[in-house]
């Protein structure tokens, strides 16, 4: 397996297709800290429902808005809106009925057994990602910013927390003010 950047040889994956998925899935292998894990698994403890995949791209986000421009950001996210209606238009839609939720679970058991097996092999990495985020890490990297994904997450926490500190004070302000006891 070709790696694209030797100095995270083993650390990042290549793209992976499962058997009945046309798009790929992109991994990377990432050892937090434990400070900056307890951090996360604190944050899915208060976010709930959410995991600890779902805490580390929000990071990732939040932090690679920062080498972005809004119209590019803007851009980004027109192109999203337009590859869906494509797929819907191209592919055609689905009716969400029983039989849908049954199949769509039994699905999901199957890939997650997929992944698991992938991962014990040493073929897919610990954390999973969409193509965008994938590629930052791998931008963050070949700038010398950063030395691995470890290092792009970890470099990615502050940014979430001081955004996380932004919407608690957002919220506090909205909550009406507290009336005296009488």
């Known amino acids: 397996m070709t790696r694209e950047h030797p100095a995270a040889d083993g650390l990042i994956f290549p793209p992976m297709h499962f058997d009945e998925d046309r798009r790929p899935t992109w991994s990377v292998k990432v050892d937090l800290p ?18 600890w995949t779902v805490v580390i ?13 809004k ?3 803007d851009a980004e996210l027109c192109e999203a809106i337009e590859a869906g209606m494509r ?6 839609t689905i009716e ?11 699905r999901g058991e199957r890939r997650i057994e997929q992944i ?4 014990a092999q040493g073929a897919l990495g610990n954390l999973l990602l969409p193509k965008e985020l994938y590629a930052f890490i791998l931008e963050r990297i070949a700038s010398g910013a950063c030395q691995t994904p470890t ?15 932004r919407e608690r004070q957002a919220q506090e302000r909205q909550r009406p ?6």
């Open 151 to 165: 290092d792009v997450v970890c470099a990615a926490m502050p940014h979430l927390r001081r955004e996380r500190a």
């Open 96 to 106: 969400v009925t029983p039989q849908f939720w049954d199949d769509l679970v039994q």
């Open 34 to 51: 434990s400070e900056i894990e307890a951090e996360i698994h604190r944050y899915v403890e208060e976010d709930d429902p959410t995991s």
């Open 71 to 73: 119209e590019e950001l």
């Open 57 to 69: 791209h929000g990071a990732l986000y939040i932090y690679r808005w920062q080498f972005r421009t």
């Open 177 to 182: 003010p507290k009336l005296p006891d009488v």
């Open 87 to 92: 797929s819907a238009d191209e592919e055609g």
């Open 116 to 119: 698991h097996a992938l991962q």
